[in-house]
């Protein structure tokens, strides 16, 4: 059974650029979180999507946009990169409405904004 | 709002020593706890949660933590620490007004002398 996928694993972009992470849920679940992990801090959550939209966001600007596709697997999209992005992004799945108590974390991407 | 906070950015113990990590949080509902280990260069990995019923959890790899309403806490133990216990361990808190989003607390790294 395969976990929570997540690609690329590491990335390097300038400032200015947009990037796309993708992530695909653990079999079974329909719901994706996505988080930011800056270095030396906890995860802090971006958005969650289910049934292909966002259901809820947390403190992130509009330059943070998602999509979630019929299949369940998911995109986040950075616009207008700055240094202040880099971080390790983790998508987490779960399946609705067990979301509050069970979500599985994916290995992550690490980006680089230079 | 929710809150978690993690007292100790570090922690060392001798191996054989026992682990103690400390993790107090704040809801204004009863709160789903969860304990998070992340190896260098990899995701969240879960090691423990408490949704409801008996307050005292058992995880994996000899981990156990106690929910105690009256203190705000969930304190991560292990009798005995393995070099391999080496790691970042983080706590979160959700609830079902937190609409599935998990808030992390900062972090404790953990260091395993031998």
């Known amino acids: 059974d395969a976990g929570v996928t997540q690609s690329p694993t590491h990335l390097i972009k300038t400032r200015g650029q947009q990037v796309t992470l993708r992530c695909s849920p653990k079999s079974g679940h329909d719901t994706v979180s996505w988080y930011q992990q800056a270095l030396g801090q906890g995860p802090q959550f971006i958005f969650q999507y289910y049934e292909e939209e966002e259901r809820q966001r947390g403190n992130f600007p509009d330059r943070f946009s998602g999509h979630q596709f019929p299949n369940y697997s998911s995109e986040l999209n950075v616009n207008a990169l700055l240094l202040g992005d880099s971080a390790l992004y983790l998508c987490a799945s779960s399946l609705f409405p067990d979301s509050s108590y069970e979500q599985y974390f994916g290995p992550g991407t690490r980006l680089t904004v230079t | 709002a929710q809150s978690v906070t993690q007292l100790g950015s570090h922690v060392s113990v001798s191996e054989g020593a026992l682990v103690l990590l400390r993790c107090n949080y704040s809801?204004?509902?009863?709160?789903?706890l969860f304990w998070y280990v992340q190896y260098p260069n990899q995701g969240l990995q879960l090691l423990l949660k408490y949704t409801t019923g008996a307050t005292l959890v058992k995880g994996i790899n000899g981990f156990e933590a106690e929910f105690k309403k009256s203190e705000t806490s969930f304190h991560l133990t292990k009798p005995s620490a393995h070099m391999s216990d080496a790691a970042e361990y983080f706590c979160a808190v959700s609830d079902f007004n937190t609409g599935n989003q998990f808030y992390f607390g900062t972090g404790t790294s953990l260091t395993v002398i031998p």
């Open positions: 809801s204004s509902v009863p709160p789903y």
